[in-house]
């Protein structure tokens, strides 16, 4: 025979566990505008590189790996770059203020 409990168990108190805080920075609008720009002009600049289309005879992924592979890289110095010239900015700032 079957049992139905009709009276419900009051329910335990879980425990969870506390989210560790974290530090997010957010990104203007503007300065994900201007990333963007820059990147778009450095996707015109290799477009216009001869080597670009280096399999021309060849099926179509050779060219499509190809081209990614150059845009991720350009991508990558473009972004050292700007950390490059950031980490420059606040060092000469941060001079010029030890200076005063």
């Known amino acids: 025979m079957l049992r139905i409990r009709l009276r419900s168990q009051p329910a335990r ?15 203007s609008p503007i300065s994900i505008a201007v990333a963007a720009l820059i990147l778009g002009k450095a996707v015109l600049i290799a477009d216009m590189v001869p080597m670009i289309n280096r399999f021309p005879n060849k099926p179509l992924i050779y060219n499509v ?3 990614t592979v150059i845009y991720w890289l350009l991508s990558a110095v473009i972004h050292y770059l700007e950390l490059l ?16």
């Not at 108190?13 to 990104?27: F, V």
């Open 13 to 27: 108190a879980r425990i969870q566990p506390q989210a560790k805080p974290y530090h997010y920075e957010s990104s």
């Open 65 to 67: 790996a190809w081209k």
């Open 85 to 100: 010239t950031d980490t420059r900015w606040k060092t000469t700032a941060s001079t010029q203020l030890m200076n005063d």
